[in-house]
């Protein structure tokens, strides 16, 4: 990969990871993922951010520092934002390239490079408001962003190019290929980096949305020129375009978000689909847009976007083996984990001999303080009857959606 000019002292170095395999072992990223690292040059050099042994990505670190003539071992620091292992992986390798450059991070961050890659000494703790001279006139400042997204993160900012490194925050899944800016991205590839990063932050960031609010507002006096975080787009003709983008992500934690219906669904011989379909039918009715997902066919990544951006939510699930249709319960156990709060929902769903999802489903969203439509069940096949009470539980949910200031 080619490094990428932000300033006359400070580039881009990324890597573009194709891979089957789940990000945190956990998300699907069919369209890959950028790791991002920097290089910011004064009189000495600092490294910021790393990558793990993830597709080569090393060796495209390798090839993007060889472009501007510079190796691993001509880094005098490594600066750690944040210690998971998809940015500092290759952390042991590294120190046998470079033993003498000294790595840089919180106390906490500190803590992990000990028990993550048994490295004890060239440690270097900072905290909030400590700064790094490299010499020339450059000076890089610390900011402790806790909980953004793990305890120990830290953001790096160069007040004379106005870069912030922000690592996990301000980031997106998608791979990038041989460009990084947002001014050189279509209209078209802006929308598509729009979806990946609110699926990004619905399944990275959301549990922690309180400290995306909060590391808002204290980097809020900075004067920042380019967010550069560590997946995804690198910000410098529109940083404020990101950084709202984050915020009104973590807004809809505790406030209505999208006027807006996240349909969710299994069925296991389509008796609960037909009373979903009337359910549709009312929502249509009012004009609210809606997504639809049903699962298991759909991995809970996607699902877990749309009902983060939604202010509404339907459920619908049969009944299996007097509980919830398992697949449902494990979206649920997502939401509950990511802090799905706050919407209003309505349940649906058909039993065959015995109901019983109900008290499970009941059980399950106690604390997520969702606001429910009474819930409609039926036996087996719904009845003309139960087809118009379920269009109008659709009517009805549209109607509270609609109204949401």
Known sequence: MKTHLISDSVYCLHADVHTDELFEGIWPIPDGVSLNSYIVRGEKIALIDLVRDWIGAPQQLKDALSSVNLAFSDIDYLILNHLEPDHTGWLAE?????????????????????????????????????????????????????????????????????????????????????????????????????????????????????????????????????????????WRKNPKEIIDRYARYASWAKGPAEKEIAIVWGSMY???????????????????????????????????????????????????????????????????RKHVFGKKVLRIGSWGWVGGAKKECDAALEGLKWEPVECYEWAGAPTAEDLAALEAKGRELAKLISKEQ
């Open 94 to 234: 590294f120190r046998k390239l470079n033993p003498k450059a000294e790595i840089i991070a919180t106390a906490k961050g500190i803590n992990l490079v000990k028990s993550f890659y048994k490295i004890e000494t060239g440690l270097r703790i900072v905290k909030d408001g400590d700064t790094l001279d490299l010499g020339g006139g450059k000076v890089l400042t610390f900011f402790e962003t806790p909980n953004l997204h793990w305890p120990e993160t830290m953001v790096t900012w160069d007040a004379e190019s106005g870069s912030l490194f922000s690592c996990d925050a301000f980031g997106s899944f998608g791979a990038l290929g041989d460009r990084v800016f947002d001014d050189e991205f279509n209209e078209a590839e802006h929308a598509f980096f729009e979806k990946e990063t609110l699926r990004y932050y619905a399944n990275i960031v959301s549990s922690f949305s309180t400290f995306v609010e909060r590391a808002i507002t204290k980097l809020g006096g900075l004067d920042i020129k380019c967010v550069c975080p560590s997946h995804g787009i690198v």
């Open 270 to 336: 389509g008796m609960t689909k037909l009373g979903l379909d009337a359910v549709i039918r009312g929502i249509e009715q009012e004009g609210v847009p809606y997504s639809i997902h049903r699962v298991p066919d759909e991995n809970v990544s996607w699902v877990l976007a749309d009902a983060w951006k939604s202010s509404g939510i339907v459920l619908a699930m049969p009944t299996y083996e007097y509980a919830m249709f398992p697949p449902m319960a494990y979206a649920l156990d997502i939401f509950r």
